[in-house]
């Protein structure tokens, strides 16, 4: 299998005002046309800004609380931020929309028995949402930079009876993935779960580290209009009216954790479905944009293809994150961040290396 080299790291300086490093649970990164690039967590309320300040060193950082440009479930809790692209002048970002199993502590038997017999739904995981991007800042609504004339305005994806939204309604009646959710399967467990977010123009990709059925993991496709100021809704892209396209894609067993846009093609971080340790991979979907209906791709036809493995470290290191990113007359090698960093990629409290990786 094609082996992953190494072409440099990037240390992303963070300044240390959070209660917890941030650098601990990078789940998203994104890349702004200034420059700028943007990370998120799956621990936190916010998005996280950060300009170059030296080659290859991240600093200045600025944080910006997600409730303040749209309107969260619940305005103090925590998103699961999983996937994040800049596209249009926007910034968008996408939460697991997955239910979990509580945690055993260890400490009282009967109270960790009635934890493993617990899943619960956090509703601000069930976000999927723009926010306009000009320069530096983020706005809740303000002039396109091009266009003074068009405004442009912060938005989410439309909620329902305040515990869902409109996706995940359509998606439950669908004969492939309705069944995982109407069940409310935890994510880990094979569960509908939301680890991707890769935008161009309209289409918006999203993808899912589960449900994996008989190996084939799923790519979903939507498009999205502004109905009111703040609310977005799907649209109809298929043939017979449907709101969602599927893309079925064998990655060996593995679900997808992030996607990144290369080209036409599209690049999938694939890993382990389950809560289970596993090397990572790193696919292309050649001409990625370009299905017009539902999509079966295996690797047999070329079309899809294994890019490279990335470096395996048991208990850390599970990589999240992708963006393209120049480096040393590569111009489109690839960022990976990671959650649980090993201890060698942290330096000092507040400050992480990611890594960077050379594209064929």
């Given at each position: 299998m094609p082996e992953s080299f190494l072409l440099s790291r990037v240390l992303i300086r963070f300044n240390g005002k959070a209660d917890e490093p941030l650098g601990q649970d990078l789940s998203a990164a994104a890349f702004t046309p200034d420059g700028s690039l943007w990370v998120g967590s799956d621990e936190t309320r916010t998005l996280e800004r950060l300009s170059p300040i030296e080659p290859y060193i991240f600093g200045d950082h600025q944080q910006f609380f997600v409730k303040n440009f749209i309107d969260l479930f619940n305005q103090e809790g925590e998103i699961d931020i999983e996937g994040m692209d800049y596209a249009n002048n926007y910034l968008w970002i996408i939460g697991s929309h997955s239910t979990k199993r509580k945690k055993v502590k260890g400490k009282d038997l009967e109270k960790d028995l009635d934890k493993l017999a617990t899943v619960e739904r956090e509703l601000n995981r069930y976000v999927l949402a723009r926010i306009p991007v000009v320069g530096k800042e983020l706005f809740k609504v303000c002039s396109h930079p091009d266009n003074p004339d068009k405004k442009m305005t912060a938005g989410c994806l439309q909620k329902i009876d305040d515990n869902t939204n409109v996706l995940m309604e359509a998606l439950k009646e669908d004969r492939h993935i309705g069944h995982f959710i109407t069940s409310s399967i935890p994510s880990k467990e094979n569960g509908f779960d939301i680890e991707g977010l890769a935008v161009r123009?309209?289409?918006?990709?999203?993808?899912?580290?589960?449900?994996?059925?008989?190996?084939?993991?799923?790519?979903?496709?939507?498009?999205?209009?502004?109905?009111?100021?703040?609310?977005?809704t799907l649209k109809k892209i298929g043939k017979e009216g449907e709101q969602y396209k599927k893309h079925f894609l064998n990655l060996n067993g593995l679900g997808?954790?992030?996607?990144?846009?290369d080209g036409e093609d599209l690049l999938i971080l694939a890993g382990p479905t389950m809560d289970l340790e596993g090397a990572l991979?790193?696919?292309?979907?050649?001409?990625?944009?370009?299905?017009?209906?539902?999509?079966?791709?295996?690797?047999?036809?070329?079309?899809?293809?294994?890019?490279?493995?990335?470096?395996?470290?048991?208990?850390?290191?599970?990589?999240e994150g992708l963006a393209l990113f120049p480096c040393l007359g590569q111009q489109n090698s690839l960022m990976v961040v990671y959650d649980s960093p090993d201890e060698n990629r942290i330096l000092e409290s507040h400050s992480i290396f990611a890594d960077v990786f050379r594209l064929k």
């Open positions: 123009g309209d289409k918006i990709f999203i993808g899912l580290r589960g449900p994996v059925l008989r190996g084939w993991a799923l790519i979903l496709e939507i498009e999205v209009e502004e109905t009111e100021p703040g609310i977005l997808v954790r992030e996607l990144c846009l991979r790193v696919f292309r979907l050649k001409n990625g944009l370009d299905h017009p209906e539902n999509s079966i791709s295996g690797q047999e036809e070329g079309d899809l293809e294994v890019v490279l493995d990335l470096p395996f470290r048991f208990g850390s290191d599970h990589a």
